[in-house]
């Protein structure tokens, strides 16, 4: 490869996809290098999709990509180790079309294809190891004893930024800001999810269990049904597992061997067992997203949001990703590569969705790093219908027998009350 | 297959899995900086359980088996944890993500 490309971008993932399908779309010569031999065999997630970026950028997806069902009953767990309380939320209207769930090797697939038939060329089997560097100005990428000239170099390698790290162009990663997800994926007959979780074909369930799951640290588990599997896994932010002395490869099976999710996987079999980052970084990322030659997007951007009730991460790297091709599109035009020219990324940015959510959950990691969440709450929760409601002669009320569970944890009224402003305050 | 009525060891769930192992380790680990390391934070994070002791507590680590998440690059707080993908079109290959 000797060619010279008005953009190369590194990984095709949804981001770098979205990118590539813009530019080339729009005339230009675009090449996506991405690491795995198969498109989508490196990228991983837990297993849903938000649609609403598809409907504006893809109208098409609804017969095109491969959906698995849309997801109609959205579930909070609160989970002891042998107890759970669960809270569900199901509407029959337009709902429906929120979100879908998807295995993501299957959709990159989908998304390849179409930046393919737009022009855009991608290459797999090729791993980015460097940027061709030239007086701070980013001409292009350095593939093993490839290198490869651009105009313009769009970063799209994912929350494990090894590229960006070893080229000092961005603050190094922190155990804190990122947190390991280790799924499982089982398969289990249609009839049979349809019939466990009381929904009919196409419809899904996304769920999200609190405290047994990651073993009382920052983190927690996620089920997301698909047509014939169902996706299993935990989150746990990286710092957790050395303080509290857990292994991640153990707790995600204490997880599945809880008698909860025992019920929900009986006579499945296990057909994949994945891991991936998420970023949890709670601040808008600086600088770095822009320089001169390059910018970043998805989740090596870190446009990833965790709110302890919606999980994302799709959604923000197809937005990012249609951001900066039309940011390079423009400055291609005018024929200026500089980072003030592609800075205008950051501005468009800042009117988007990606930076003003973002922005309006910055508190949300805080928030969610008090413990008592993954410990005294998944307890007292339990522990309160338990109390409530057992049936002995002697009467249980509400009040007085809230009082005595959180006696019980140690946990004060000002406690929880503080805790519940936090709440509010932040997520 | 396997079923999910028993326990899984890490090896059954690994061998689930589609690698493209290169001769070529893309993990190098400087053990001489874990002899002073206390808390071992890839003992714990590495979903493959490609970190262990040997009998004299001397770490030992394998590349074949990774699931190239990088959390062990990210956790080591010594920085003994050379990390790179594989080379392209070698590692782990997932067929669902």
Redesign the interface.
């Given at each position: 490869m000797s060619e010279k490309f008005d953009v190369a971008i590194v990984g095709a993932g949804p981001s770098g996809l979205t990118a590539g399908y813009f530019l080339a779309k729009n005339g230009l010569d675009v090449v996506i290098l991405e690491k795995g031999s198969v498109l989508g065999s490196k990228n991983i997630y837990g297993g849903r999709i938000y649609s609403h970026v598809l409907n504006r950028y893809f109208p098409e997806f609804k017969k095109e990509a491969p959906i698995e069902r849309w997801v109609r009953k959205e579930q909070l767990y609160f989970m002891t180790k042998d107890s759970a309380v669960k809270l569900e939320f199901f509407a029959d209207d337009g709902f429906l079309e929120e979100s879908f769930t998807a295995h993501l090797t299957k959709f990159v697939q989908w998304l390849g294809k179409k930046a393919e038939d737009t022009g855009a060329l991608i290459a797999n089997g090729v791993r980015v190891d460097s940027l061709i560097i030239d007086n701070g100005n980013v001409k292009g990428v350095i593939a093993g004893e490839d290198k490869l000239e651009a105009d313009y170099v769009i970063i799209a390698e994912g929350a494990n930024t090894v590229l960006l790290d070893n080229l000092n162009l961005k603050p190094i990663t922190r155990p804190e800001e990122v947190a390991l997800g280790v799924k499982e994926v089982f398969r289990l007959d249609s009839e049979k999810i349809n019939e466990r979780f009381g929904v009919s074909d196409d419809e899904g369930v996304a769920a999200l269990l609190v405290g047994y799951p990651s073993f009382g640290a920052i983190g927690g588990g996620f089920l997301y049904t698909m047509k014939n599997e169902i996706t299993l896994g935990v989150v746990v932010r990286l710092d957790e597992p050395a303080r509290e002395g857990i292994k991640m490869y153990d707790i995600v099976e204490n997880f599945r061997m809880h008698p909860v999710i025992r019920r929900i996987l009986k006579d499945s079999y296990m057909i994949e067992y994945s891991a991936h980052f998420v970023v949890e970084r709670g601040k808008l990322p600086g600088k770095y997203l822009v320089g001169n030659g390059y910018l970043v997007v998805g989740a090596a951007a870190g446009f990833e949001l965790n709110t302890g009730l919606v999980v994302r991460g799709v959604d923000f790297a197809i937005e990012s990703g249609k951001i900066a091709a039309d940011t390079i599109l423009k400055a291609h035009e005018e024929g200026d590569n500089s980072k003030i020219a592609l800075s205008k990324y950051l501005d468009a940015l800042k009117e988007s969705f990606v930076f003003r959510e973002l922005e309006a959950f910055k508190k949300a990691p805080k928030f969610l790093s008090n413990k008592r969440i993954y410990n005294d709450y998944p307890e007292l929760l339990n522990s309160f219908f338990r109390e409530l409601l057992t049936v002995d002669g002697n009467p249980r009320r509400i009040y007085s027998t809230l009082r005595k569970v959180m006696k019980k944890r140690k946990l004060s009224l000002f406690r929880v009350m503080m805790d519940g402003l936090g709440a509010v305050r932040s997520i | 297959?396997?079923?999910?009525?028993e326990?899984?060891s890490?090896e059954e769930?690994?061998s689930?899995?589609i690698f493209?192992v290169d001769e070529e380790p893309h993990i190098k680990v400087d053990t001489t900086k874990c002899e002073k390391c206390e808390?071992?934070?890839c003992?714990?994070?590495?979903?493959?359980?490609l970190y262990t002791l040997d009998e004299n507590g001397k770490l030992q680590f394998n590349y074949e088996g990774c699931?190239?998440?990088?959390?062990c690059?990210?956790?080591c707080p010594n920085k003994a944890i050379d990390?790179?993908?594989?080379?392209?079109?070698?590692?782990?290959?997932?067929?669902?993500?």
């Open positions: - | 297959m396997s079923s999910i009525e326990k899984l890490i769930r690994l689930l899995v493209n808390i071992k934070p003992l714990y994070v590495c979903p493959a359980n699931l190239e998440c990088g959390s690059r990210v956790a990390w790179n993908h594989p080379r392209g079109g070698f590692g782990v290959q997932f067929r669902f993500g």
